[in-house]
């Protein structure tokens, strides 16, 4: 399983940006925005993601399936910006 994690800001608008793929499909993102959205139910939905994120990686790793982790900062679309990696076999 591959996961990358990518860390970003929008300057223009002074806002930061999370954002999770799994296996390079989109899997959850959190971006800050106007503060009436910046909930759960708007912004942050994607935290009730979280444990078919870890439900996936306990039964990826049961597989014997090896779990790598990328992070990144900058812009999601150039996957050669990692800045921390870390792999497990």
């Known amino acids: 399983m591959k996961i990358d994690v990518f860390y970003y800001g929008i300057e223009e608008y002074i806002r930061d940006g999370y954002e999770v793929e799994v296996d390079g499909k989109p899997f959850m993102r959190f971006r800050d925005g106007e503060p009436e959205d910046n ?3 708007r912004n942050f939905d994607s935290v009730y993601s979280i444990p078919k994120l870890i439900r996936a990686v306990h039964e990826s790793g049961m597989r014997g399936e090896s779990l790598e982790i990328r992070e990144h900062s900058h812009n999601p679309d150039n996957p050669d910006d990692c800045v921390f990696c870390l ?3």
């Open 39 to 41: 909930n759960l139910n």
């Open 87 to 89: 792999s497990s076999n």
